[in-house]
T-cell receptor, first 114, second 115 residues
Framework: DTEVTQTPKHLVMGMTNKKSLKCEQH?????MYWYKQKAKKPPELMFV???????INESVPSRFSPECPNSSLLNLHLHALQPEDSALYLC?????????????FGPGTRLTVT | AQSVTQPDIHITVSEGASLELRCNYS??????LFWYVQSPGQGLQLLLK??????LVQGIKGFEAEFKRSQSSFNLRKPSVHWSDAAEYFC?????????????FGSGTKLNVKP
């Protein structure tokens, strides 16, 4: 199984709402990533988890809160978002180690903040 | 500093014609290089990767890429384009950390295919 799944596929939320995005993989990967992608732009790295510990936070606003409860699951908790946070949110995973390991991407969650 | 440049924002080719998408990178060590493809509203799919060995690498869907260290390039090619190849293509270099690679993406090249 080489699949990364993300739920939900689409999410519309108001600026006062709290919601969560979910990402799951069963490839035994120990590195997981959150990216934000605006239209016609490349993915921008937000967070990296390695062995369930946060390794990189790319100065992301605190209204985005990541969580890695176990090695297969990655969440992104959203609170008090702004309309400019509307984007495609991509999750990815990769094998551990300093190798030539590609990242496997999920299909993304299309988020609209109203 | 690591960076990736894709000089062509848009490319249009006729179906059946050959294709070359350009990618130049800047990286201090031996690079791990990747090409991904993204259809509208979808995630990224790996086409091919290079880390060592033969500088001409074969990928899925008939794509290949050639690593040229002297030119810091990793251009993607396909001899005959199909309409289904229309998509956004991203080149990336992976920077090594202790247990993962941090990707630096190029800005992407959008491929249109004329019938």
């Amino acid at each position: 199984d080489t699949e990364v799944t993300q739920t939900p596929k689409h999410l519309v939320m108001g600026m006062t709402n709290k919601k969560s995005l979910k990402c799951e993989q069963h490839m035994g990967h120990r590195a997981m990533y959150w990216y934000k992608q605006k239209a016609k732009k490349p993915p921008e790295l937000m967070f990296v988890y390695s062995y369930e510990k946060l390794s990189i936070n790319e100065s992301v606003p605190s209204r985005f809160s990541p969580e890695c409860p176990n090695s297969s699951l990655l969440n992104l908790h959203l609170h008090a978002l702004q309309p400019e946070d509307s984007a495609l949110y991509l999750c990815a995973s990769s094998q551990e180690g300093t190798g030539n390991y590609e990242q496997y991407f999920g299909p993304g969650t299309r988020l609209t903040v109203t | 500093a690591q960076s990736v440049t894709q000089p062509d924002i848009h490319i249009t080719v006729s179906e059946g014609a050959s294709l070359e998408l350009r990618c130049n990178y800047s990286y201090g060590a031996t690079p791990y290089l990747f090409w991904y493809v993204q259809s509208p509203g979808q995630g990224l799919q790996l086409l091919l990767k290079y880390f060592s060995g033969d500088t001409l690498v074969q990928g899925i869907k008939g794509f290949e890429a050639e690593f040229k260290r002297s030119q810091s390039s990793f251009n993607l090619r396909k001899p005959s384009v199909h309409w289904s190849d229309a998509a956004e293509y991203f080149c990336a270099v992976g920077a090594h950390f202790s247990n993962f690679n941090k990707f630096y993406f190029g800005s992407g090249t959008k491929l249109n295919v004329k019938p």
